[in-house]
């Protein structure tokens, strides 16, 4: 007897891409992406590529293999090609990179948020140095530096700043803001003077080139009792277009960044695109009150961070894609969420309505 299953179409589809990821250089699935591309609401094909690409990252040490490390830098130079050649005439552009680092094109600016390169954990080396191979090329930091105007760094931890990008964008002469802890670590690099600090704003942003900055002070806690942690920023970021960005960074605790923000839309600052981490594991989680009160396009990163996986592991503490989807789909019910992997972009043209007139 002949007996013949029939899968959901995106299932085929998933199975699939996930053989060719497997048995090519990722090409079929930089094509399901691409003919997938990030929008709200997210469509089956869409989330069936992300899944596929999850599972060829989730091979363990996947990110010493070379095919791995020749599709991030396929995606980096896509990212520089795009911002070089054109630019939104309206709104904002935002580009995923790697974990935590987001790139945000406008018609008059392009500022970057806890710009890294990869898993290199010394932040007084170079990859190169370091001997880590998942990381840009030489050509690709100097195009890319040359190409932002302000980069926004949330705290020191080495999956949010990276020294070589870092020391390029200082000297091409742009604006690097870091926590006043950051710049004292590099207090011994000859160029860390130029290095930005913000005092702490309550409602009256502070001008930072041709953007308006709005910055929290908290931290990343390392324990319950929130007696010790590093020093990390929040920042909610306006453009001159009129759209605001927001991010936490690592703050763990949601409790000052929540009361904070309500001060913010209570002076009538609304946000339309929230990046970055959106959970919380030293503290109170309020993702979900932090929705109701914005309802912003959640476009969550700090997605495969390797420095969160030990070697032989497959996923250890680190979020892929469609995890962060999961998560914001059960947290998240006013506003919005698009995931973005390496290298992609998605355009918002108008400011959100603000909640209140949803």
């Known amino acids: 007897m002949n007996v013949k299953i029939r899968l959901p179409w995106p299932v085929c589809m998933f199975l699939a891409i996930a053989y060719?990821?497997?048995?090519?250089?990722?090409?079929?699935?930089?094509?399901?992406?691409t003919d997938a591309p990030p929008s709200i609401p997210q469509s089956e094909s869409r989330l069936a590529a992300l899944k596929a690409l999850d599972d060829w990252i989730a091979i363990p040490d996947s990110e010493k293999s070379p095919e791995l490390i020749a599709y991030y830098r396929r995606s980096v130079?896509?990212?520089?090609?795009?911002?070089?050649?054109?630019?939104?005439?309206?709104?904002?552009?935002?580009?995923?990179?790697?974990?935590?680092?987001?790139?945000?094109?406008t018609p008059s600016v392009v500022f970057a948020i806890d710009l890294d390169q990869g898993p290199n954990k010394d932040l007084h080396k170079t990859p190169e140095e370091e001997g880590e191979t998942f990381c840009m090329t030489d050509e690709q930091v100097d195009k890319l530096t040359s190409l932002i105007d302000v980069s926004f760094h949330t705290h020191e931890h080495s999956d949010h700043i990276d020294y070589e990008l870092?020391?390029?964008?200082?000297?091409?002469?742009?604006?690097v803001v870091v926590t006043e802890s950051n710049k004292k670590m590099w207090g011994d690099q000859p160029w860390a003077e130029k290095l930005v600090t913000l005092k702490q704003t309550l409602g009256t942003p502070l001008d930072v080139g041709k953007l308006k900055v709005d910055v929290l002070w908290d931290h990343q806690w390392n324990n319950a009792e929130h007696s010790?942690?590093?020093?990390?920023?929040?920042?909610?970021?306006?453009?001159?277009?009129?759209?605001?960005?927001?991010?936490?960074?690592?703050?763990?605790?949601a409790l000052q960044w929540y009361g904070w923000l309500n001060v913010l839309?209570?002076?009538?600052?609304?946000?339309?695109?929230?990046?970055?981490?959106?959970?919380?594991?030293?503290?109170?989680?309020?993702?979900?009150?932090?929705?109701?009160?914005?309802?912003?396009v959640w476009a969550p990163g700090h997605n495969w961070e390797f420095e969160h996986r030990s070697a032989g592991e497959d996923y250890g503490n680190a979020s892929p894609f469609t995890r962060s989807n999961a998560y914001l789909a059960l947290s998240a019910k006013k506003g919005s969420t698009v995931v973005l992997?390496?290298?992609?972009?998605?355009?918002?043209?108008?400011?959100?309505?603000?909640?209140?007139?949803?």
């Open 265 to 296: 839309v209570e002076g009538g600052k609304s946000i339309d695109l929230m990046v970055g981490s959106p959970i919380y594991w030293r503290g109170v989680n309020l993702t979900k009150q932090i929705d109701a009160l914005l309802a912003p």
């Open 166 to 175: 870092t020391r390029a964008l200082i000297e091409k002469g742009k604006t």
């Open 228 to 253: 010790s942690g590093t020093p990390c920023n929040a920042y909610v970021i306006t453009t001159p277009e009129g759209m605001t960005v927001a991010t936490k960074g690592d703050i763990n605790c």
């Open 20 to 33: 060719c990821a497997v048995a090519d250089d990722g090409s079929a699935l930089w094509q399901a992406l």
């Open 341 to 358: 992997s390496w290298g992609e972009h998605f355009d918002m043209p108008k400011p959100r309505k603000k909640n209140s007139e949803q």
């Open 77 to 105: 130079d896509h990212v520089i090609d795009l911002l070089s050649k054109e630019r939104p005439k309206q709104g904002i552009r935002y580009f995923q990179l790697y974990s935590s680092s987001e790139i945000i094109q």
